[in-house]
Each structure stands twice: as structure tokens, then as C-alpha cells.
């Protein structure tokens, strides 16, 4: 069976997710269609995906015409939940850009509706694929790392000029983008904290807005979070530094994980840290620690992974990487900061939607910059 796949928006992302599949990349897969509402764009795909490829202007018309399968939605993040719904509504499966949606009332609409069609849902996280945080993921579920302590992600390798956010007439608007930082740049990262180490019980945020840019939205950020068990973590990213880093750390009971500069070191304690404590007489000393650096075998196929990992569950039934239903987590985390801040107070999860809601509405009516809606719809979601 070859599903037709059809792409919505063929901004930046989505012509690559395009090229993909008409060029073969995506075994079992037939780009058949694509949608945008700008003619440019539109002639872009004739002149480069092939002249049997249709094209249709907007979303309600390519639903129409029944010649899709499966829909891979690549337009701004406020668009992402409406148009999954329609897909599934008109039979269809779905692939959503990140981040799944702006507020997570929106996105659990669309996972309900995902879960009455009976399609395969699926989201682009494509560094799911990526094998050090896959290992990552091992060695914490699998016990090596024992108990979790505390969790820290230094990610502000995200510089960003001004002339970037006056780029588009979606960015680093609340009405546009809804978000900064994090709803643009950190929805990986976001995703890959709560899939390796899960989700805390609540979240002390410090988003700044507009600290490095003339934009009204987040661009530098400093979040506190806790764990039912006791641990802690701290997620800080901003697009105001150069140079940025990215290093991930994870503590436990038996040793620390760094990863960094695309490797992942393990310092393994040989005596778990609170066994250590308990049995210890000696005053000043610690636990035997090996420094490991651990061997990272698989290839990183990155967004081709996910859309074969995709066309395969619906083909075969092979297991998703990314299901749809778990782009909610990594919104959530960054619903909270935001909400965090907008209250200066804790937010215990999960968050009050209809709070969180309600102050987002509040952002959008106070906001000085007006976009159009041509300026956002179908636009180019999930670049940086």
C-alpha cells in the first residue's frame, strides 16, 4: 500500500518535508498534494516537486478533493490543532509540526479528536531520532543512573539578530507566534527533558520579554522546576547570547550524564551516593566514580526518520518514535512558565488551562504589534 500524502504549508519546513517525500526519501510515500495560501509558494511546488503534484489554496479544498491519505501540517502554531482536527475529521492521518499547538487546551482538543479517528498521529520531533538522548533515555529508564537528583539544561545556543524576528509578520508576536524561545526554538528540548527524565509536579518561571530584542515576546528564560520525588531541575535558554551553549545534565543516585558538544559522559559511581552515606565512617571522603564515556551507535535520521517512522506505523503498525498525543508534555512545560511569570507564583501541574488561556488573551489584547492574518497563516512553522 503507498499512502498519498498531501503537505499544508510550504514555507521553509514544509518544502523540506515535501522534498522528502517527492524525492523518494520516504519508502512507502507519495506526495500527491500541497497546500498554501501564497501563490508563490504554490508555483514554487509546481516548478519543483513535479507537475502531477496538486495544489490547492487552502486546507478545506484539499480535504475536498480526496487525494490524500495522510497530511503532513507545517503552518504557524496556532493553526496546528484546527487543521489536525479537519484532517482527522475528513479521514485522514495526521503529522504535526512543533510545537503541537499554543495552549494546551487547544492541543487536548486535537488528541481527542486523534483518538476517536483511529489514524496514526504522530509529531516532529525529530531529535527523538537522535541516539544520544535515545541511549540517554536508556540509561536512565533502565536504572544505570539510578534515582534522579536534579536535571539542568543550559540550551542559549539560539542566537537570534533583530533583523531575524522583523523577518516575518508572525514572529515574536503573541498573536502570531504565541511565544518566544520557547514556543519557537525550544519545543525539542522541552520534549526530550520530560521524555527522558518525565514530567515535575510544578514550575517557578522567570521569562523575560523583549530583554535582547525589540519584540514583546520571551527571548530569555530561567526556569525552577520540582519532582514528585524530591529532585530538582532548571531549564535556562535565551536567543540573546553569543556564544550560547548547549550541555544537559543529569544527577543521580549513581552518578552524573553530561551531554554535550554531541557526546554523552557518564560518571558511574561504583557505590550508589546514598548507599555510600549510610555506610561511610570516614569523615571526609566519596564514592568511587568512573569517568565513561559511552559509546553512541545508530544514526541520527533526524526529520526523514520520523516521516518514514510515520508512513511505516501506518503501512506496517510499527511503533511511533513521536506520537501526537505527546507534544501536550513539552507544551505544558512551557505553558507553566509562562504562566509561572505571568502570576510571579508557582504553577503546580497540570496547569490551569483555562487560566493560562485567559492570560494569553490578556498578552494578545495589550499587544502594540498588529499582524495581519495572511501574515502567520500557513506561514513557515518549525523554522529557527
Known amino acids: 500500500m503507498e499512502v498519498r500524502v498531501g503537505v499544508i504549508g510550504v514555507g521553509n519546513i514544509g518544502s523540506s518535508h515535501a522534498k522528502h517525500i517527492a524525492g523518494g526519501r520516504i519508502p512507502g510515500a507519495k506526495l500527491t498534494a500541497v497546500c498554501d495560501i501564497r501563490e508563490e509558494r504554490l508555483e514554487w511546488a509546481k516548478a519543483n516537486l513535479g507537475e502531477e503534484i496538486r495544489v490547492f489554496d487552502s486546507a478545506d ?11 503532513v501540517i507545517a503552518v504557524p502554531h496556532y493553526d496546528h490543532p484546527p487543521l489536525a482536527i479537519a484532517g482527522f475529521k475528513s479521514g485522514l492521518h495526521v503529522m504535526v509540526e512543533k510545537p503541537a499547538g499554543v495552549y494546551t487546551k487547544q492541543v487536548r482538543e486535537m488528541n481527542e479528536a486523534a483518538a476517536k479517528s483511529n489514524k496514526v498521529f504522530s509529531m516532529m520531533f ?4 537522535n541516539p544520544l538522548y535515545r541511549k540517554l533515555r536508556d540509561l536512565i529508564r533502565t536504572g544505570e543512573l539510578g534515582e534522579l537528583k536534579r536535571t539542568i539544561w543550559i540550551i542559549t545556543d539560539w542566537y537570534r539578530s533583530q533583523s531575524y524576528y522583523d523577518s516575518g509578520g508572525w514572529r515574536a508576536t503573541w498573536a502570531g507566534e504565541g511565544g518566544g524561545v520557547l514556543l519557537n526554538q525550544d519545543p525539542h528540548q522541552l520534549d526530550l527533558w520530560q521524555w527522558t527524565c518525565g514530567m515535575p509536579k510544578r514550575v517557578r518561571a522567570f521569562c523575560y520579554f523583549g530583554k535582547y530584542h525589540d519584540i514583546e515576546v520571551e527571548d530569555d528564560v530561567t526556569a525552577f522546576v520540582e519532582y514528585e520525588n524530591g529532585a530538582t531541575g532548571l531549564f535556562i535558554t535565551s536567543t540573546g547570547e553569543a556564544p550560547g551553549t548547549n550541555r544537559f545534565e543529569i ?21 550508589p551516593e546514598r548507599q555510600f552515606n549510610a555506610e561511610y565512617k570516614g569523615g571526609f571522603g566519596s564514592p568511587e566514580v568512573w569517568k565513561c564515556e559511552v559509546p553512541i551507535v545508530g544514526e541520527n535520521t533526524q526529520h526523514v526518520g520520523i516521516l518514514r517512522n510515520w508512513i511505516n506505523a501506518i503501512r506496517k503498525g510499527t511503533p511511533l518514535l513521536a506520537p501526537g498525543n505527546e507534544g501536550i508534555h513539552g507544551l505544558e512545560l512551557s505553558n507553566a512558565m509562562h504562566l509561572s ?11 490551569d488551562e483555562d487560566l493560562f488561556h485567559e492570560k494569553l488573551q490578556e498578552q494578545i489584547k495589550k499587544s502594540t504589534i498588529k499582524k495581519t492574518g495572511t501574515d502567520r497563516t500557513m506561514d513557515v512553522s518549525g523554522t529557527f
Request: glycine share 4%.
Open 61 to 71: 479544498k484539499l480535504f475536498a478533493a480526496d487525494c490524500v491519505d495522510a497530511v
Open 126 to 129: 525529530n531529535q527523538r531520532t
Open 251 to 271: 544527577s543521580g543516585d549513581r552518578g552524573k550524564i553530561v551531554i554535550e558538544d554531541n557526546k554523552l559522559t557518564f560518571w558511574r559511581l561504583r557505590v
Open 341 to 351: 511569570t505571568w502570576t510571579d507564583s508557582w504553577v503546580e501541574l497540570p496547569i
